[in-house]
Structure formats: structure tokens, C-alpha cells
């Protein structure tokens, strides 16, 4: 029995967190394996980034810092009916410490847009997280 496409990006979403829960280039290089070249991610205080080489060096930053460590879990999966385009909605919480080595946690909630590949797996194409904090 094949897997709902629901289940398939739910899956590909934790995998996705888990390759990112890495640090430094394994992170870097997780969370950019599961999108496609031309994604454009809308940071948190921070100028759009468009492809896969802006986004990995971007998350560079992040994964590269000391006790980095990051989760997300997806709350609401909306599936085009032409079975093509998908967004997930959710929560992320992360931990890193700033270069003076203060522990920073953040939590707050992101937007994904999710587009089928030829093979039938899913990538993002299309980012946005925002903080739960108040800046």
C-alpha cells in the first residue's frame, strides 16, 4: 500500500529536521539537501535569500555555533488537489550560543511551500519562520 502523500511529507519534514540537528557542515549540508535550487527563504530578521547555496551558507551560521541544536514538528499539511504543491505549517524550537557564549533559545513558527519531484519526493521550494519572541 502506498504511503498518503500526507505521510510522505510528514516524513520528509522529520527527516528534514533531523538532518539539520547537526553541527556545522552536516547541518548546513542536511538542511539544504532537502530543497530546491531555486528556494528562497524569508529569514527572521533578515533579507530573502534566494537558492540553495544562499541558503546553506546562511544556515552555516547557525549550525556552525556551539551547542546548536534545532526541532520542528509540522501541525497543519495542505495538499494541492492537483497533488503537486503542498505547504506545512508548524513549530521549531532552537538552542546555539552567541559568540560570547550565551545560550540563546528561540521557538517560534515557520511555513514551508513543498513541491513534488519527478522521483515523488517532496522538497521546499519556498521558506518562512518567524520567532514566537519579541524582537
Do not use: C
Amino acid at each position: 500500500v502506498a504511503m498518503s502523500e500526507e505521510a510522505a511529507i510528514r516524513e520528509m519534514l522529520a527527516a528534514w529536521s533531523a538532518a539539520t540537528d547537526q553541527p556545522g557542515e552536516a547541518g548546513a549540508d542536511g538542511y539544504a539537501a532537502f530543497v530546491t535550487e531555486d528556494v528562497i527563504n524569508l529569514p527572521p530578521n533578515g533579507e530573502r535569500l534566494d537558492g540553495r547555496d544562499a541558503l546553506r551558507e546562511w544556515t552555516l551560521g547557525l549550525t556552525g555555533a556551539d551547542d546548536w541544536s534545532i526541532q520542528w514538528e509540522p501541525r497543519d499539511i495542505v495538499i494541492a488537489s492537483s497533488g503537486e504543491l503542498a505547504y506545512a505549517i508548524g513549530a521549531y524550537e532552537l538552542r546555539m550560543r552567541d559568540p560570547e557564549g550565551n545560550m540563546i533559545e528561540d521557538k517560534g513558527t515557520f511555513l514551508d511551500t513543498l513541491v513534488k519531484q519527478a522521483d515523488g519526493s517532496w522538497k521546499a521550494s519556498a521558506i518562512s519562520h518567524s520567532s514566537d519572541l519579541p524582537a
